[in-house]
């Protein structure tokens, strides 16, 4: 008896899909379980299996072509079974994504089964609504993203040095630094430019000839927009912002990295840890709108933003108020690494409790993030810099951080998001309770 092969709801909330490649052909041999295709969904790419057994009869969807969930996009039946009249009646109208579709599947040798997207059933039981990935809005203007020198290490330059080289075209890898553990100063960009060093002047882009490209939607794109039209028009909004004095929890993380503890934490997983200490301290913050109710959650699961070429994509630190700090850094890193090559299962992006969206690592100061809902809350982390700030009647440079909160009014109110931030400045300032 044949098998419909159904563009199954891959994650809780797809609802179509994206027929990235086919990993059989028309012709071969399938037995239940046998990786079909790779399926691109609203979230990440993942894996199609067979329900049953026999020869793939019919491919009814092309690589690039899209489906909604539910429609059948190819046919399992015996070699000898005439199936004419289920694949004229089930071939859907599916719609192309890209310009030129490849007419014939391609033949790939199966990749190594996701444990997780096998066991799936055919369609997805009725779920909570998760959060969608976060959009930020800037508010400060942003530094070049350090450059990598040669030899591998971090190249260091103070924002001044970053401007000069910028407006004068000049490539930072290219100079010298005479600063602290080698920092790239001011005096060496003027040094660079007095020398007249053609060599280190990047070259201009070549622009494309044609006026403007059309670049078609991914299925994250879409859900993207869809969901956010859910975010900041019907959910309302009042943000609070918090400086931060880092100089504790700087020397804090080199201390700790010297160790050489089996991680290097980052400025952002002590703000990830901080948060969820923070949280479990103020569940009012850790909570979704449910419509007629609002649930607080006696558990802390971070969505951790992170930037893949489609978009914003949330990884979940689950538990992170209970976890080590080191254990939540390698996860950070194993997550957005698989969250990059669209290997996430939905186990590992649904159920964050509040967010966190980082963007300090690109010098912006300070900005605010749209809530995920259901989600009450998400805080948008803004870079550590060296600031002159007053103490004590005198003006010293100090380390400094701003993070802004935005809060749905509906679930918190403006003392109980200040009573928040300022735990959370509490133990950001004084962080030994990161390391507990």
Known sequence: MATKVHMEALSPTMEEGQVVKWLKAEGDEIAAGDLLAEIETDKATMELVARGDGVLRAILLNQGQTAPVGDVIAVIAAEDEDVSELV?????????????????????????????????????PPVTPQ?????????????????????????????????????????????????PRGRIVKRDIEAALAAGAATARAPMPDLPGEDFVDVPLTQIRKTIARRLVESLGPVPH?????????????????????????????????????TALALARHPEC???????????????HIGVAVAIDDGLITPVVRDAHARPIAEISNEVKELAALAR????????????????SNLGMFGIEQFTGVINPPEAGILAVGAVEDRPVAVDGQVVVRRRMRITMSCDHRVIDGAQGARFLATLRDILEKPLSVLL
């Open 88 to 124: 004229a009646a089930a071939a859907p109208a599916a719609t192309s994504r890209d310009t030129e579709v490849e007419e014939e599947p391609t033949r790939a040798a199966t990749p190594t089964a996701t444990p997780s997207t096998t066991a799936l059933p055919p369609t997805s």
């Open 131 to 179: 959060p969608a990935p976060p959009v930020v809005r800037a508010t400060a203007r942003a530094e070049p993203v350090a450059e990598a020198r040669k030899d591998g290490g971090r190249l260091r330059a103070s924002p001044v040095a970053r401007r000069l080289a910028r407006e004068a075209g000049l490539r930072l890898e290219a100079v010298a630094g005479s600063g």
């Open 238 to 274: 009042f943000f609070l912002t918090a400086d931060v004095d880092m100089a504790r929890a700087t020397e804090l993380r080199r201390q700790f990295n010297e160790l050489e503890l089996g991680a290097r934490i980052s400025f952002n997983d002590i703000v990830i840890k901080a």
């Open 286 to 300: 850790n909570a979704w709108w449910g419509g007629d109710h609002v649930r607080r959650h006696n558990r802390v």
């Open 341 to 356: 090559a669209k290997r996430l299962t939905p186990e590992q992006y649904t159920g964050s409790t509040f967010s966190i």
